[in-house]
T-cell receptor, first 113, second 116 residues
Framework: GENVEQHPSTLSVQEGDSAVIKCTYSDSASNYFPWYKQELGKGPQLIIDIRSNVGEKKDQRIAVTLNKTAKHFSLHITETQPEDSAVYFCAARAQAGGFKTIFGAGTRLFVKA | GAGVSQSPSNKVTEKGKDVELRCDPISGHTALYWYRQSLGQGLEFLIYFQGNSAPDKSGLPSDRFSAERTGGSVSTLTIQRTQQEDSAVYLC??????????????FGNGTRLTVT
């Protein structure tokens, strides 16, 4: 089955700097890669997603890149703000896996003011 | 509109007791998922339902765990003879469909289960 690895587990940046979180997946049949943000005491919320027929997608300060050959995908947050502090999860979904979504272990992002 | 609703938000139970956790998905969402999140950890897949198909139970950690989804809507996750290691946040999510790539999951805020 699918396995998703996520790095780093913790990331601390200065306000205004960029943050990058990287994930790898194992199942080459995976074709949908969402990213979720989880704030304390709440469920994860989708912030951006990318499909396997696209290499890059951007939404304001957030961008995601996908390298299907290497089975890597990354989240880039530019001009970080204190409210970006949260836990971020990458995920992958494959038709062969019955479409269930498998999550990485999460990255705790701290943005220091 | 209403999101995914989970109840109770917190549950404290004694070791050995049974518990039931409830999830009301977003109306019209045919796919429903249960995940478990231990303190400071990632999301562990437990089970998912897609329409009238047989559920994928491959993530259930033991036969003490079971889940039902009645009428294609509300779901109940049952844990029998609870153990301390069952303490975690149980998250429910729904999506428009699993059968089409690109349907994001919408999560509830979870039920925090504490087994004493």
């Amino acid at each position: 089955g699918e396995n998703v690895e996520q790095h780093p587990s913790t990331l601390s940046v200065q306000e205004g700097d960029s943050a990058v979180i990287k994930c790898t997946y194992s199942d080459s049949a995976s074709n949908y890669f969402p990213w979720y943000k989880q704030e304390l005491g709440k469920g994860p919320q989708l912030i951006i997603d990318i499909r396997s027929n696209v290499g890059e997608k951007k939404d304001q300060r957030i961008a995601v890149t996908l390298n299907k050959t290497a089975k890597h995908f990354s989240l880039h947050i530019t001009e970080t703000q204190p409210e970006d502090s949260a836990v971020y999860f990458c995920a992958a979904r494959a038709q062969a896996g019955g479409f269930k979504t498998i999550f990485g272990a999460g990255t705790r992002l701290f943005v220091k003011a | 509109g209403a999101g995914v609703s989970q109840s109770p938000s917190n549950k404290v139970t004694e070791k050995g007791k049974d518990v039931e956790l409830r999830c009301d998905p977003i109306s019209g969402h045919t796919a429903l998922y249960w995940y478990r999140q231990s303190l400071g950890q990632g999301l562990e897949f437990l089970i998912y339902f897609q329409g009238n198909s047989a559920p994928d139970k491959s993530g259930l950690p033991s036969d003490r765990f079971s889940a039902e989804r009645t009428g294609g809507s509300v779901s109940t996750l049952t844990i029998q003879r609870t153990q301390q290691e069952d303490s975690a946040v149980y998250l429910c999510a729904s999506s428009l469909t699993s059968a089409v790539s690109g349907s994001p999951l919408h999560f509830g805020n979870g039920t925090r289960l504490t087994v004493t």
